[in-house]
């Protein structure tokens, strides 16, 4: 806010509309983004084992030499 007020009074008076709104705004976004968060981590957790669990039985398909029979 300081630095605002040295630039000039204009970019002060904004600062002082702004920030209370970016502030209101960010707890508002915040309080309700956990649960969107914790649901992608989980959806992407469900993809990377699927993932992980595909490419350790295509290792073993080729480590057994079993390609042919799959």
Known sequence: LAAA?????LVAAAAVVG???????????????RAGYLWERAAYARLDGTVTETVD????????????VR
């Open 57 to 68: 039985g295509a290792r073993t398909v080729e480590a057994l030499d079993l390609a042919d």
């Open 5 to 9: 007020v040295v630039a000039g009074p």
């Open 19 to 33: 920030v209370p709104l970016l502030y209101a705004g960010s707890r508002w976004y915040l309080r309700r983004a």
